[in-house]
């Protein structure tokens, strides 16, 4: 099966009510999907990043009572889990899809990348694309545009990242529900390439060098 991108229909499914149906959905439309793209990304990834990197695709199975508002496939270089780790992500809310790097709550590199972050902000700002957005929160759908985001602002996100113990920090594109590249399987697999390359330094630098 090879990738063929996202439908509306896709997205709906993380609008169905309640916890079962909303999972019977998403494992019935949009796990597959996922589940092909981590396939058929991971060999690019592996070769782009030096290291073998294994797909993780989201099974919500902690969930008892409130239904998953997104889900993801997530790439990291450990076949055990990806969380503690640095990692890439694709995966959508019912508004967009996202294609991030991201450092989670739970990982120890955390530290590292704030200190990255502190030290090349002006850097950064210069040479991420303005289309980009940051988040400090990857259960909330929103976020800051790179545009909009100054280097003070990145320098006080690397504080909070060192300092607080649930921050945590994802910076990608996000691609609203109705465009149209969503729906061609190949362009948007160039653009989820072209969009981890860019982030590949971000990546590169929340490891203890």
Not at 44 to 57: D, I, K, R
Not at 112 to 122: E, G, Q
């Amino acid at each position: 099966m090879n990738f063929t991108g996202f439908t509306k229909e896709d997205f709906q499914a993380l609008t169905v009510p309640g916890l079962e149906p909303r999972m019977e959905a998403i494992i019935g439309r949009v796990r597959p999907k996922l589940e092909v793209l981590g396939a058929e990304l991971s060999p690019y990834l592996s070769a782009l990043c030096g290291e073998e990197m294994f797909p993780h695709v989201a099974k919500h199975a902690r969930r008892t009572v409130n239904p998953p508002k997104d889900t993801w496939v997530a790439w990291a270089a450990s076949k055990r889990g990806y969380k503690a780790l640095p990692h890439f992500e694709v995966g959508m809310f019912s508004t967009h899809l996202f294609i991030v790097f991201a450092v989670i709550y739970e990982s120890p590199n955390k530290t590292v990348f704030a200190r990255y972050l502190d030290k090349h902000a002006s850097e950064i700002k210069k040479t991420l694309p303005d289309r980009f957005y940051w988040s400090l929160d990857h259960m909330d759908p929103g976020g800051t545009s790179h545009a909009e985001a100054n280097s003070a602002q990145l320098k006080e996100w690397a504080e909070k990242l060192s300092t607080v113990k649930k921050a945590e920090i994802i910076c990608g594109l996000r691609l609203e529900q109705d465009e149209s590249l969503l729906g061609d399987g190949g362009k948007l697999l160039k653009t989820i390439e072209e969009t981890f390359e860019a982030l590949l330094p971000l990546y590169k630098n929340a490891f203890l060098q």
